[in-house]
């Protein structure tokens, strides 16, 4: 057993004391968890050498996770490898121009540890620099080389890297990194990036060449905003970029139906947070500077958050000779509407700000906006009727349907398939899927809709054959249209007397739900499954009257049933608190912008003058109420609030440019 203390070898264990003692130091401790250090590296020649390290860990009482000795035959590889790196103490990475080539298992391996070992991460280099073209992402971690001769004596090297790993798994230098995840009130749980890799992916190998060509040869330009039209593989094409290449050191998905994701402020410190973890000068000058704000950073605009959090702290970073990284952001479009055209303001100052060698991929959808605001950085049109994406769409319907389903189908009909997907790999994954559903015959040419928004209309027409059918989940939709994003629980009370129903609502809606596991709470522990559309072009197809047809949703009904249904969960009690249920917390963030979006102010003026609780954060929705409402009966019931100093105390300090500009209004 090694003394925790000193590190000696030279302990014995007293039956008397019932512990262990270190005879160098005379300190008494009890046994200690055996530390587990997961090995990544290449089978190449040097993993001889590997295992050589691996021997003289486990001599120290250290469990070495390596493949060869945990991976069995059957078992499903990449998922052990994932698990392995979760449940280790630290990563070493054994750097060769083999186990660090593109693409690569290491570099998936370093991804993960990076995101989830924080600073206990440790790199060797195993052949001579000017032969490995180190990860981009790892490059600012100082290496221990072990280039030269690998004789067998070579027990002081095998004991400086012992003791670095240890003292990483010791000390933690990643107690900045959860310093920042702490103040910034961080809680990364995107999923998007694991699910997209799962899908299945071809081609694209055009479009590779292009952005890889303005990284590594346009010096000028810092920034590639792809923009196309839904559904036409951006953000697969984003996790692929992001996975495999090495100079990518944040990848971050806007998010439609995920509040965190969507949302500029939240998404700007998360951004924050994953520099961070890769930039250690950067996250040094940030944990120091976050000490100044106390009280959060929810009263500073968008473009004052991007310059505390991101801009003034990167500028004050050593240049030195940084390879050009990257910042990969996927769907601007899908951040919040009334927030988009701000936050996009910003990133665009911020950008310009930002020193040169950190540049931006980004993505998102043709719109107005996108191309008024970033024009000046030329955006990239992905034109989804263009050859080369016609091309990649024809390589995944042959692979798909030929080798995976063994159709045999001939060019004709492969053809046909392509032209009416009108270039959407949407489109094409849910026709494959219907094939396999037996809902689609794929010899039957004349049966395929043509483009994606028939392709809605055909599968809800085929589920919903019966009229009445459809009308009693019309309501669900409606709430499902209008929230987003739903936890599961909160869907079932608004629309579903039983859990049978819930069940035959998504058994008839199929592969156009999607439910996943999140927590986007922060004081509350529990993670809750949520409910949402797949895509959203399918709740832009519902709420479209034109090409929906008799599914069209109201979208105004689902706020008004989403208004109703929060309130009477928090009808008793309208307290925020860390035992609040995540329906609870949930109802009490978003009953207010509900009312408003219902335009229920009748509704809304009731819930705010029945408030027996302190006033934030309810009240602070008195501005969106429109100036041709009457609003003399809300005045009067907070003028004789019992909590309207205390509110207004708080207002005073959290807006320090305009303290009490909102409420001069009201008196």
Request: hydrophobic share 40%.
């Amino acid at each position: 057993m090694i003394c925790p203390k000193c590190q000696s070898e030279n302990t014995f264990f007293s039956k008397k004391r019932q512990c262990f003692v270190c005879e160098e130091c005379e300190n008494q401790f009890v046994s200690i968890k055996k530390h587990k250090v997961f090995f990544s590296y290449g089978h190449d020649h040097h993993a001889e050498f590997v295992e050589k390290i691996k021997i003289f860990f486990e001599s120290k009482d250290i469990h070495v996770w390596v493949d060869t000795s945990e991976i069995k035959a059957g078992d499903n590889w990449r998922m052990m490898i994932t698990e392995g790196i979760l449940s280790s103490d630290a990563v070493v990475v054994f750097m060769s121009k083999h186990s660090v080539r593109i693409p690569g298992v290491c570099l998936d391996e370093i991804r993960i540890s990076l995101k989830e070992k924080e600073g206990r991460l440790t790199t060797v280099l195993l052949e001579p620099l000017k032969e490995v073209s180190i990860p981009a992402n790892i490059a600012s971690i100082q290496y221990i080389d072990f280039s030269g001769d690998k004789d067998d004596n070579m027990y002081d090297s095998f004991e400086y890297l012992y003791n670095t790993v240890l003292r990483k798994i010791n000390e933690v230098p990643s107690i900045e990194v959860a310093s920042i995840k702490q103040s910034l009130g961080i809680f990364d749980t995107s999923t998007k990036e694991d699910y997209l890799l799962k899908q299945p992916f071809y081609g694209r190998k055009w479009l590779l060449d292009i952005v890889s060509e303005w990284h590594k040869n346009n010096k000028l330009s810092r920034v590639f905003l792809l923009l196309g039209a839904p559904s036409t593989g951006k953000s697969s094409f984003i996790a692929r970029l992001a996975h495999n290449h090495s100079n990518v050191i944040a990848t971050l998905y806007c998010e439609w139906d995920n509040h965190v994701f969507s949302n500029p402020k939240s998404f700007i410190k998360v951004l924050a947070y994953k520099l961070a973890l890769n930039l250690p000068d950067y996250r040094m000058i940030l944990s120091i500077k976050i000490i100044n704000y106390e009280l959060g950073f929810e009263k500073y605009s968008i473009d004052e958050l991007f310059d505390i959090l991101i801009t003034e702290p990167l500028s004050k970073v050593i240049m030195g000779d940084r390879e050009r990284l990257l910042v990969v952001i996927d769907g601007l479009d899908e951040i919040n509407n009334s927030d988009k055209e701000n936050f996009c303001y910003a990133l665009a100052k911020s950008i310009k700000m930002l020193p040169e060698w950190l540049c931006f991929f980004m993505t998102g959808r043709p719109e107005s906006i996108l191309k008024s605001i970033f024009a000046e950085f030329n955006p990239y049109s992905l034109d989804q009727h263009s050859e080369d994406n016609f091309r990649d769409i024809k390589v995944y319907l042959e692979n798909e349907l030929n080798e995976k389903m063994s159709l045999s189908l001939n060019a004709d009909i492969i053809l046909s398939i392509v032209e009416k997907s009108e270039g959407s790999f949407l489109y094409t994954s849910l026709f494959v899927e219907s094939v396999l559903k037996g809902e689609i015959h794929p010899h039957d040419i004349s049966s395929y809709p043509i483009g994606l928004q028939a392709f809605y209309l055909q599968n809800f027409k085929r589920a919903y054959v019966n009229r009445d059918a459809y009308e009693e989940i019309k309501g669900i939709l409606e709430i499902l249209v209008a929230a987003k994003s739903l936890p599961n629980e909160l869907l079932q009370q608004f629309s579903f007397s039983d859990s049978y129903r819930m069940q035959n609502f998504k058994h008839f809606m199929g592969s156009f739900l999607k439910e996943q596991t999140s927590k986007q709470y922060l004081d509350i522990s529990d993670e809750t499954k949520y409910v949402s559309f797949c895509h959203k072009s399918i709740s832009d197809w519902l709420t479209d009257a034109e090409h929906s047809h008799i599914f069209y949703i109201d979208i105004q009904n689902g706020y008004k049933k989403l208004a109703t249904g929060c309130r009477t969960i928090i009808k008793s009690n309208k307290n925020f608190s860390s035992n609040d249920t995540v329906i609870e917390r949930f109802s009490k963030e978003n009953i207010c912008e509900y009312y408003i979006k219902a335009k229920m102010w009748d509704e809304l003026v009731d819930f705010l003058i029945e408030l027996d609780t302190p006033l934030a954060p309810f009240w602070d929705i008195y501005t969106d109420i429109p100036i041709n409402i009457d609003k003399h009966i809300l005045v009067n019931a907070f003028w004789n609030h019992l909590n309207k100093i205390d509110y207004l105390s708080n207002k005073q300090k959290m807006d320090k440019q305009n303290t009490f500009c909102l409420w001069q209004t009201i008196y």
